[in-house]
């Protein structure tokens, strides 16, 4: 049996044996390839594309005078959805976060890794929550860059979580009604941005298989150290799937307790081809968040 596919298993049997009282923090359980160990959240950098802002490609924009560019605007991120928020007490899953961080660095060591999907089976898994804390996690870091962009054109959420506009998104950049500039907002501390949905479109497949989309991923890669993805669930549309195909990775996400086995083996099936990294299990209950059910991030395939 994979390691993922003991992760869905897990979630399974947790929706079976809980009641009906849930733990009120979100936490993260992180599950995958059982060969990766732990390493530590700063320090090396884990790959030469991460952190170190090598010089550009002639005719590359820099950073800086990117955000400049920018449009300027105020967040006002939800403290009940943030595990770093100073106002609630989300030790453990701050922490949980830092290694789910730890283990994207270490597969970075072994190949490109910067440009990240997050997706899950069906809606309200947590897939946004976890989307905007891992980039949380990493600008907390010093001198590191991210790009959350919201590619669920369908029901676009991300920007509720940091309290920022709708729009103008991406959706009006792959219309070309707005260029990068326009539409990539810069938060505060200045190394998280965003690019929101935007308004809603009558064909956002089409959009996001588009030759704009993996222009935009191509142009950004040159300045971020991590570019996520927040996408649809997999089952609904297809939209994740032709996501996946211009990201190095992906990131699975399942609702303990909650999600069904069969629908999140069906849903994960497809990426398995595609990079998945791992499975993120997600409001795992107080009591099995210090538990020992550790397996990383990696492959699907075993160590050899």
Same mark, same amino acid.
């Given at each position: 049996? +994979? !390691?993922?596919?003991?992760?869905?298993?897990?979630?399974?049997?947790?929706?079976?044996?809980?009641?009906?009282?849930?733990?009120?923090? %979100?936490?993260?359980?992180?599950?995958?390839?059982?060969?990766?160990?732990?390493?530590?959240?700063?320090?090396?950098?884990?790959?030469?594309?991460?952190?170190?802002?090598?010089?550009?490609?002639?005719?590359?924009?820099?950073?800086?005078?990117?955000?400049? !560019?920018?449009?300027?605007?105020?967040?006002?991120?939800?403290?009940?959805?943030?595990?770093?928020?100073? &106002?609630?007490? &989300?030790?453990?899953?701050?922490?949980?976060?830092?290694?789910?961080?730890?283990?994207?660095?270490?597969?970075?060591?072994?190949?490109?890794?910067?440009?990240?999907?997050?997706?899950?089976?069906?809606?309200?898994?947590?897939?946004?929550?976890?989307?905007?804390?891992?980039?949380? +996690?990493?600008?907390?870091?010093?001198?590191?860059?991210?790009?959350?962009?919201?590619?669920?054109?369908?029901?676009?959420?991300? &920007?509720?979580?940091?309290?920022?506009?709708?729009?103008?998104?991406?959706?009006?950049?792959?219309?070309?009604?707005?260029?990068?500039?326009?539409?990539?907002?810069?938060?505060?501390?200045?190394?998280?941005?965003?690019?929101?949905?935007?308004?809603?479109?009558?064909?956002?497949?089409?959009?996001?298989?588009?030759? !704009?989309?993996?222009?935009?991923?191509?142009?950004?890669?040159?300045?971020?150290?991590?570019?996520?993805? %927040?996408?649809?669930?997999?089952?609904?549309?297809?939209?994740?799937?032709?996501?996946?195909?211009?990201?190095?990775?992906?990131?699975?996400?399942?609702?303990?307790?909650?999600?069904?086995?069969?629908?999140?083996?069906?849903?994960?099936?497809?990426?398995?081809?595609?990079?998945?990294?791992?499975?993120?299990?997600? !409001?795992?209950?107080?009591?099995?968040?210090?538990?020992?059910?550790?397996?990383?991030?990696?492959?699907?395939?075993?160590?050899?």
């Amino acid at each position: 049996m +994979s !390691r993922i596919h003991e992760a869905l298993k897990k979630a399974a049997e947790e929706r079976s044996a809980q009641g009906v009282n849930r733990a009120v923090s %979100d936490l993260v359980e992180l599950s995958g390839h059982p060969t990766l160990g732990e390493i530590a959240p700063t320090g090396a950098v884990a790959h030469p594309g991460i952190g170190t802002h090598s010089k550009l490609e002639p005719g590359v924009l820099k950073f800086e005078e990117f955000k400049k !560019r920018c449009t300027p605007v105020t967040w006002r991120v939800d403290p009940s959805a943030s595990v770093f928020s100073a &106002h609630t007490n &989300h030790q453990v899953g701050a922490e949980k976060f830092r290694t789910l961080r730890s283990r994207l660095y270490q597969i970075a060591t072994a190949q490109p890794l910067k440009k990240l999907l997050v997706t899950s089976s069906t809606p309200a898994e947590g897939k946004t929550f976890v989307t905007a804390n891992l980039a949380h +996690s990493f600008v907390r870091q010093a001198d590191r860059r991210v790009l959350l962009i919201d590619s669920d054109l369908r029901a676009s959420r991300l &920007h509720l979580h940091l309290g920022a506009p709708e729009k103008p998104g991406l959706s009006e950049y792959l219309r070309g009604d707005c260029d990068e500039f326009q539409v990539t907002q810069v938060g505060s501390d200045g190394n998280l941005c965003l690019i929101p949905g935007g308004r809603e479109v009558s064909n956002p497949s089409e959009l996001l298989h588009s030759e !704009r989309m993996k222009h935009l991923l191509d142009r950004m890669s040159q300045m971020f150290d991590w570019i996520i993805l %927040d996408s649809p669930p997999a089952l609904a549309v297809h939209d994740a799937s032709i996501l996946a195909d211009m990201c190095d990775g992906v990131l699975f996400v399942v609702r303990a307790g909650a999600t069904d086995f069969e629908l999140a083996e069906k849903a994960s099936a497809e990426f398995r081809e595609k990079n998945l990294l791992g499975v993120v299990l997600n !409001r795992v209950e107080k009591s099995d968040a210090y538990g020992d059910y550790y397996y990383g991030y990696g492959s699907e395939r075993e160590a050899e």
